[in-house]
């Protein structure tokens, strides 16, 4: 059964440096979006691309964070520098983009930073 | 802003029990509504969908319900297993926004 992708699993960091988050959406699926997810709370937006071009940015903190969808088919997400409240689980989940659909997320990216 | 709330937080209930789940929105202008399971640590599997035109939909043992006009769905779970342990989110999906806004969920633990 097809799967989305992310690696790497987990990820420790320093506060200040970079780090990277990569998701491989399920084949053919043009919508792709990036959540974060604090412990004990619900799923939050960061962006949303369909194909290459991002619909929603609206909640990503542009002043640290980057996403890219260069080919529109996997993406990444950068934090630098990261601080300490970036720990978080980081999600990558993925739909056709035509109407009414289920979206399928990656086991996602446990970020801690230290 | 929609805003969803998931209540109760946390749920314990002993095997083979019947239970609902509850979720409320503040904007009925939904396009469809979504509930997902989380296993701990893990991605979110969706388990039902809810189109805005609909009023429930079911999947084996699970049901969910949509009342619109109150600003409100239920996820019913019959004859409860200790599989069923996990949280539950519920997400809408609203009118042109085309992204999910998720509640916090209800973490449920079925007792063997």
């Known amino acids: 059964e097809a799967e989305v992708a992310q690696s790497p699993r987990y990820k420790i960091t320093e506060k200040s440096q970079a780090v990277a988050f990569w998701c491989d959406p399920i084949?053919?699926?043009?919508?792709l979006y990036w959540y974060r997810q604090i412990l004990g709370q619900g799923p939050e937006l960061l962006v949303q691309?369909?194909?290459?071009?991002?619909?929603?940015d609206s909640q990503l903190p542009k002043d640290r964070f980057s996403a890219e969808r260069l080919k529109g088919v996997d993406s990444t997400l950068k934090i630098q520098p990261a601080e300490l409240g970036d720990s978080a689980m980081y999600l990558c989940?993925?739909?056709?983009?035509?109407?009414?659909?289920?979206?399928?997320f990656g086991s996602g990216t446990q970020l801690s930073v230290l | 802003k929609q805003e969803v709330t998931q209540i109760p937080a946390a749920l314990s209930v002993p095997e083979g029990e019947n239970l609902v789940l509850n979720c409320s929105f503040t904007?009925?202008?939904?396009?469809?509504l979504q509930w997902f399971r989380q296993d701990p640590g893990k991605g979110l599997t969706s388990l039902l969908l809810?189109?805005?035109?609909?009023r429930e939909q079911t999947s084996g043992r699970l049901n969910a319900s949509l009342d619109k006009s109150s600003g409100r769905s239920t996820l019913y779970i019959a004859a409860s297993q200790p599989g069923d342990s996990a949280t539950y989110l519920c997400?809408?999906?609203?009118?042109?926004?085309?992204?999910?806004?998720f509640g916090s969920g209800t973490r449920l633990q079925v007792q063997p």
């Open positions: 989940a993925s739909s056709p983009g035509q109407g009414p659909e289920k979206l399928f």
């Open positions: 904007d009925s202008a939904i396009y469809n």
């Open positions: 084949s053919g699926h043009a919508t």
């Open positions: 691309f369909q194909d290459e071009s991002v619909v929603d």
């Open positions: 997400a809408l999906e609203d009118t042109g926004r085309r992204a999910l806004t």
């Open positions: 809810i189109q805005s035109s609909q």
